[in-house]
Nanobody
Framework: VQLQASGGGLVQAGASLRLSCAAS????????MGWFRQGPGKEREFVAS????????LHADSVKGRFTISRDKTKNTVYLQMNNLKPEDAAVYYC???????????????WGQGTLVTVSS
């Protein structure tokens, strides 16, 4: 499984960014795709997830109403639309995937490389 994240950058508070994660190496039916982030001096935290088959989504409380996860099956790509960015959203964002029957952090959990989001106040 390969996960290639892109789309990070430097923006001002209140701006928007869209992150992309191109997934390859297998079919993802029966998988959950997710975004995590790790800010400076912080632990990695869950941001959002989407079930590949039916598109069910879950968003962390800290990003609800501002971030939206989606996927394009035809492009094997997962997106994270981030609106109204705040300085506290600054972090390295990672995409990840796991089989739906396992938890995040299981041996079947795959990570992509991160993409850096910087938000200036």
């Amino acid at each position: 499984v390969q996960l290639q994240a892109s789309g990070g950058g430097l923006v001002q508070a209140g701006a928007s960014l869209r992150l992309s994660c191109a997934a390859s190496g297998r079919t993802f039916n029966g998988y959950v795709m997710g975004w995590f982030r790790q800010g400076p001096g912080k632990e990695r935290e869950f941001v959002a997830s989407i079930t590949w088959n039916d598109g069910n989504t879950l968003h962390a409380d800290s990003v609800k109403g501002r971030f939206t996860i989606s996927r394009d099956k035809t492009k094997n790509t997962v997106y994270l639309q981030m609106n109204n960015l705040k300085p506290e959203d600054a972090a390295v964002y990672y995409c990840a995937t796991r089989p739906i029957m396992y938890d995040w952090g299981s041996p079947n959990h795959y990570w992509g490389q991160g993409t850096l989001v910087t938000v200036s106040s």
